[in-house]
Each structure stands twice: as structure tokens, then as C-alpha cells.
């Protein structure tokens, strides 16, 4: 029997690490347990249906969303979109929901990239300098090739790290739209070492980029103005 | 909980149910044309119906999935949403079982023992 790839481990491990981070950080902010499970049972199979949704969607609904792969962008639209069901059932917990969610998110994504380093899937450009890596396997021969996975892994798992230390220190009050803004400029930056990239001037994943980046200066201005008016 | 907003509820949980359960007669309908469309001219055009169709009846599901939720939020004593979660839950876990399952089997995504990187180069390169 062959043995299970390493991106299913890391994929699933990335979710299991992550919700266990957002289980104890809802508890600490005092939401009931059972809602907790709630929103992880919801938010956990938005992600794997924006994941795919995405795909077959930037694909033009040519491939089933049975069949279709798994896009961390479409997963990550998938988390808010859960938040927003979510906090609309509780709105007591909104603040908290977003607030935790949105700072586990990276973690979530960089995770998920490593087994995409792993595998070799959403590789990068041709490229022969240090760390150029090469792939041979079943699912995956070529190379070598830069590697934007890896940086993608890095950079998220830096922001996650910067973003809970704010979390935990309770100055939290632009925490989400300063997630997103950083979290859509190293996408749609790093976007742009992917092989798959090459030939355009933007990717359907960088538009969702600009998009987050707009919704995360718009929340800032909202909250500066919130700040003046009282 | 009074019994109009226990009649509320069940009325929620069983739209739920279809939601969730209606969805499958879709799959078999899009199963069949599925195979219509693999030996027709406009065979394209209804890959990409199905297609749809696909997508749209996994959105059942969560809609059936967030029903479920906000039953047991606002109702939280009710039976029938306290049965309507047990049973996704089971479903939730079957499908997981299934995709492992199928996983190992099929050697979908499974790509052998060793590490695919075959050749990582240092700063000599």
C-alpha cells in the first residue's frame, strides 16, 4: 500500500493546530464551548467549500467541484464568510469571532503552503539560485524552481506570529483590517513568483488580493473616524 | 420553551432536512446527464450545467448545516435540532471516512514514501 501523501498530513494538520489555537483563544475570551464547535463545524466546511468553489469558479465551471483542487484563497473566503454567518446567529461573539479567526488564519494558510512545498503543487518560476528546488514524483516532476511556497509559509507564519502577540496583549482594535492588509500584499506579491502567473499582469488570486486590501484601508478609516467622533 | 417557538424551530429543522437531503436527487439527475453530455454535441454546454448543479447542491448543505446551527442557538432545547446535529455530525464524519478511505485506495494524491523533493540546492549553487 502506498503511503499518504505529505500534503493530506499537512493539510490536515494545519487545521487541527489551527481551530485547536482558536478553541483556546475563544475560551480564554469567554465564549461557551458548544458555540466554539459551532463555529469550527461551520467554518470548517466553508473553507473546504470556498477552497473548491474558487476553483471551479476562476475555471469558468468547466471541472465539477468534486474533482476540483483545493485553492487556500478560496479557503480563506470561505473562514469569512463563516465568521460573518456566524456572528450574524450570536452577535454577541462578532467581535470575538472576527477578531480570533482572522488572526488564526494565517496560520492556517502557512501551514497548508508547506505541504504544497512539499508536493509541489502551485510551484514557482523557473529558477536556479539557492533554494531552488525539484520535484519527482507521481503527482509532480520538474524543476528546478523558486521557492515561493516555502516564502509563502514563512511570511504568513510571520504574520500570525506578529498578529498574536497584539491579540494577546488586548490592543485589538485595528487587529483585523491590519491582518488583512498584510496578509493580501504578501499573497498578491509572492503571486507573482508562481509559474502559473507568468504571461499575465494579474491573477484571479491577486484580484481577491486588492479586494481585501481595499476592505482592510476602508475598516481603518471607519475606525480612526469612530475614534474622532467619540 | 413555548410551543410556538418549538413549532418555529421544527419547522426550521425540517427545511434543514430537505436542504440537506434534497440535494442528492440533483447528484442523480447530474449523474445522468453526465453520461448524455460525454455523447452529445452539445455535451460542453451540459458538462457545464452539471457543473453547476454540483456547486449549487453542496450549497444545500451548508445552508442545512447554518439552519442546523442557528436552531441550536436560538432554540437550543428542541429535540429534532438536537437529532438534526447528531446526524451531521455522522454525515460530517462518514464523508471524512470515505475521503480517507478513498485516498488510500485509489492512491489519489498519494505519491510514495520518499519525499518529492528529490534535489534541494544550497548557496554553492
Known amino acids: ?230 | 420553551m413555548n410551543e410556538q417557538n418549538n413549532k418555529k424551530a421544527n419547522i426550521l429543522c425540517w427545511i434543514s432536512l430537505v436542504c440537506a437531503f434534497g440535494p442528492w436527487v440533483l447528484w442523480m439527475v447530474t449523474d445522468k446527464l453526465k453520461d448524455v453530455a460525454a455523447e452529445n454535441l452539445i455535451g460542453e454546454a451540459l458538462g457545464i450545467i452539471c457543473n453547476v448543479a454540483d456547486a449549487l447542491s453542496l450549497f444545500g448543505w451548508l445552508a442545512a448545516l447554518v439552519l442546523m446551527i442557528y436552531v441550536r442557538i436560538k432554540y437550543p432545547r428542541n429535540v429534532f435540532g438536537k437529532i438534526l446535529m447528531v446526524l451531521y455530525i455522522i454525515v460530517i464524519i462518514l464523508v471524512i471516512l470515505f475521503i480517507v478511505f478513498m485516498y488510500i485506495m485509489c492512491s489519489t494524491f498519494v505519491s510514495g514514501c520518499e519525499s518529492c523533493i528529490v534535489e534541494l540546492r544550497g548557496c554553492d549553487s
Open chain 1, 1 to 230: 500500500m502506498n503511503a499518504i501523501s505529505p500534503y493530506s498530513v499537512t493539510f490536515v494538520s494545519a487545521f487541527i493546530v489551527s481551530f485547536a489555537v482558536v478553541f483556546l483563544l475563544l475560551k480564554k475570551r469567554g465564549v461557551p464551548t458548544n458555540y466554539i464547535g459551532y463555529s469550527i463545524l461551520l467554518n470548517v466546511v466553508l473553507i473546504l467549500y470556498g477552497g473548491k468553489m474558487f476553483t471551479v469558479v476562476t475555471r469558468g465551471f468547466q471541472i465539477s467541484i468534486f474533482t476540483a483542487g483545493f485553492s487556500g484563497l478560496g479557503g480563506a473566503i470561505g473562514l469569512l464568510m463563516g465568521i460573518w454567518i456566524f456572528g450574524k446567529i450570536y452577535p454577541k461573539g462578532r467581535t470575538s469571532l472576527w477578531e480570533t479567526y482572522v488572526t488564526v488564519l494565517p496560520l492556517l494558510y502557512g501551514i497548508s503552503k508547506f505541504g504544497c512545498y512539499l508536493v509541489g503543487c502551485c510551484h514557482g518560476i523557473p529558477y536556479e539560485g539557492p533554494m531552488a528546488v525539484c520535484y519527482n514524483s507521481q503527482y509532480m516532476k520538474g524543476g528546478p524552481y523558486f521557492p515561493v511556497q516555502l516564502m509563502e509559509s514563512i511570511a504568513f507564519l510571520g504574520i500570525f506570529l506578529a498578529s498574536i502577540l497584539i491579540y494577546l496583549r488586548g490592543n485589538r482594535r485595528n487587529l483585523v483590517p491590519v491582518i488583512m492588509i498584510l496578509c493580501a500584499i504578501a499573497k498578491f506579491s509572492l503571486d507573482y513568483l508562481r509559474e502559473e502567473h507568468l504571461g499575465k499582469i494579474l491573477s484571479a488570486n491577486q484580484l481577491v488580493c486588492i479586494e481585501f486590501f481595499l476592505w482592510g484601508i476602508i475598516t481603518l478609516r471607519k475606525n480612526r473616524n469612530k475614534i474622532h467622533e467619540a
